[in-house]
């Protein structure tokens, strides 16, 4: 398994975020993207445990998604 530093995580997510966003609450799943990382970079054991980095990288990448989300909904309006 290739060691994975933060910043690797933290592209990862932010490439495959739409993958994870509920059609019904437009929220991003974290759990599932965490665990998408961890079957499709990582060994698929690093979700079992819960200090693992990737789970806080998640939440932030979640963060930053929703802070953009209503920047750009925002800008919208106000072109209306």
């Known amino acids: 398994m290739k060691k994975q530093n933060k ?3 933290r ?4 490439e495959h975020i739409e ?7 437009g929220e991003v799943n974290c759990t599932d993207m965490v665990e998408g990382w961890d079957r499709e970079i990582s060994d698929g054991e690093q979700t079992l445990n819960p ?6 990288i998640a939440v932030e990448v979640e963060k930053f ?10 800008s919208s309006i106000e072109l209306l």
């Open 65 to 74: 998604f929703v802070k953009e989300q209503k920047s750009l909904s925002k």
């Open 51 to 56: 200090d693992h980095i990737a789970w806080d």
């Open 19 to 25: 993958e994870f966003i509920d059609e019904n609450t």
């Open 11 to 14: 592209n990862w997510m932010l």
């Open 7 to 9: 910043s690797s995580i």
